[in-house]
């Protein structure tokens, strides 16, 4: 068994107990990624030397205060390539940024690294985070490490998927509707998107700034906890990081669910859900209440309105965001536009791909005079609205409980045609991001052999109850050490 | 579509411009949801953090160097950006 297929605490533990070394864990991780990367396809580039380097580093400081260095020394990780590293080439997964070598590191990236983490590279996703399925990426095809004729989800998919097939022992990710915890269902690992503000997103490229949120992947919700308390806190680069403590999460998800109020929205429950899914759920939510939890009706009734306000407002702040993707400061250049617009135009054509160019004229639209008050104005009202159903439902529960999506992992392909299925596939993570609220996906159960996530919602800052009420989904489901065994196959470049 | 596709700086195709035009006409049309919402005496939300007005003290901070701001620039001359001329 490779030691990447233990949790975190059990790796400080070795670490400490001087039974291996962050190098030979490190050398471990760029072993597994050798052998089933050129199946899974999640990594765009590793960047061994350094890494082991890190590694070393973390090794002279466990020796020196075994005690007081973080649980995450020495531990390998790897980001997804939205997320900026100094040296280190980022792409977002999109032609116009290759090539782009950041002169920083995004926050979350400086703080494990300050733990001592070790960063193995960097992980493939949809172009900008555009995407629920990882085909977006420019440069190649993320596969399910259970089923390599599936996505893995997106847009964080290399990040969920480095994490099922064990080359990694936690990724961070993105998700600004769902992003992170799509993929965390379909590849049957934690992903937990923190509440808007929770974590610093300083250096993270943007896509849709007041929905964008950083957070881990990992094995177990522990290993979550773990490091999530390493990069959440308030960071003066970005002015909108929530100033509220963090807190000891760690200890906060061993309370158990007994006496809490978990909320089932009957609109999510109502949808058109894959009977393999439901019956996931019913079961995980049955486990619950033999936990001592009480499970409580409760209404969204704005659900019906997110998706179409999400696809408002995430594109308006696409059309804006990506504004500064001109060729200018960075990417591939223009060699022969005689104006400045023709050197634009040249730069964007021949560096967007099709999901993005969408957006950015969908977000032009909608914010184009005459279409302002009908479209983006309208949004922003409904989000009031979303925001408020989870409100008023916080006050009567402690959480709310659903499946993550309404399926498990599609084939590859499947919806590449259709923009509008695409989109509906995270029709039950968009309204937290709208809200701004906690979540999490954690494994519940298979279907037909593939993984199938549960969501915790819970509220503003309310990462504490999402993590408790997954580690008593987790516990009930009890198959965290089950491993996907993807096969050699030769990788398909997109 | 073409002037949308102007004002994107995107440098579409007619061929091109003509398949987004259909798919954004859809989506335009699922998104036209929203006209059924109840948004009397509701105000807009355009941030959900709850944090307002903050400020740092006015005071300079140390950012990229010049070098370090071109590094990833295709084409520069003496320390600036070079560009097509705007027209």
């Known amino acids: 068994m490779s030691l990447l297929e233990e949790p975190i605490s059990e790796l400080a533990r070795g670490l400490r107990a001087r039974e291996f070394s962050s190098v030979e864990l490190t050398q471990v991780a760029l072993s597994e990624i050798e052998a089933k990367d050129g199946a899974v396809g999640a990594f765009l580039r590793t960047t061994g030397s350094a890494a082991l380097e890190q590694a070393r580093a973390a090794d002279r400081h466990l020796a020196a205060d075994p005690g007081g260095a973080s649980t995450l020394c020495g531990i390998p990780v790897a980001y997804k390539d939205v997320l900026c590293t100094k040296g280190v080439e980022t792409t977002a997964g999109s032609r116009i940024l290759e090539g782009f070598v950041p002169p920083y590191s995004a926050t979350a990236v400086l703080r494990l690294e300050a733990a001592g983490a070790v960063g193995l590279g960097k992980l493939n996703c949809d172009e900008f985070a555009m995407g629920s399925s990882n085909e977006n990426s420019a440069f190649q095809e993320t596969r399910n490490p259970w089923d390599l004729g599936r996505v893995p989800g997106g847009s964080s998919g290399g990040s969920a998927a480095a994490v099922a097939a064990r080359m990694a022992c936690a990724t961070l990710g993105s998700d600004t509707g769902g992003s992170i915890r799509l993929p965390a269902s379909f590849c049957g690992v934690v992903g937990v998107k923190p509440s808007y503000g929770r974590v610093s997103r300083y250096g993270l490229i943007p896509f849709a700034s007041s929905l964008d949120q950083i957070g881990p992947l990992t094995k177990t919700v522990e290993d979550a906890a773990q490091v999530l308390e390493v990069i959440a806190g308030r960071d003066s680069r970005d002015s909108t990081s929530a100033v509220a403590p963090v807190g000891d999460l760690t200890e906060l998800l061993r309370g158990g669910v007994e006496g809490l109020r978990l909320g089932m929205p009957g609109e999510y429950l109502a949808m058109d859900l894959d009977p393999g899914v439901r019956s996931v759920f019913d079961h995980a939510a049955r486990e619950l209440e033999a936990a001592g939890a009480r499970l ?199 | 579509m073409a002037n949308l596709g102007r004002l994107a700086r995107l440098g579409l195709t007619p061929e091109e411009l003509e398949q987004l035009g259909e798919q954004i006409a859809d989506i335009i049309a699922a998104v036209g949801k929203l006209a059924g919402a109840d948004i009397s005496h509701v105000n807009p939300t355009a941030q959900v953090g709850g944090l307002r007005n903050v400020t740092r003290p006015d005071e300079l901070v140390a950012g990229l160097s010049a070098d370090e701001a071109l590094a990833n620039a295709a084409t520069k001359e003496a320390g600036l950006l070079r560009v097509p001329a705007i027209q």
């Open chain 1, 296 to 494: 409580i009706p409760v209404s969204l009734p704005s659900t019906e309105y997110a998706l179409a306000a999400y696809y408002v407002l995430a594109p308006a702040e696409v059309s804006s965001n990506l504004a500064r993707m001109d060729g200018v400061r960075f990417g591939p250049g223009f060699a022969s536009a005689s104006s400045l617009t023709e050197a634009y135009e040249q730069a964007r054509h021949r560096g967007f791909g099709p999901e993005v160019r969408r957006r950015i004229l969908l977000g032009t639209y909608v914010l184009s005079s005459g279409y302002y008050d009908a479209y983006y104005l309208r949004a922003q009202k409904v989000r009031t609205l979303v925001a408020q159903d989870f409100e008023r439902v916080f006050s009567e529960v402690d959480a709310v409980i659903s499946p993550t999506a309404p399926s498990a992992a599609f084939r590859l392909g499947e919806r590449v045609a259709d923009p509008l299925a695409m989109y509906a596939t995270d029709i039950l993570t968009i309204p937290a991001n709208l809200a701004g609220i906690s979540g999490i996906s954690v494994p519940a159960g298979f279907a037909a052999g593939l993984p199938v996530g549960l969501q915790v919602l819970g509220p503003h800052l309310g990462e504490g109850v999402c993590l408790r009420v997954a580690a008593a989904v987790e516990e009930a489901a009890a198959l965290w050490r089950k491993v996907p065994a993807p096969t050699p196959h030769e990788r398909r470049l997109a």
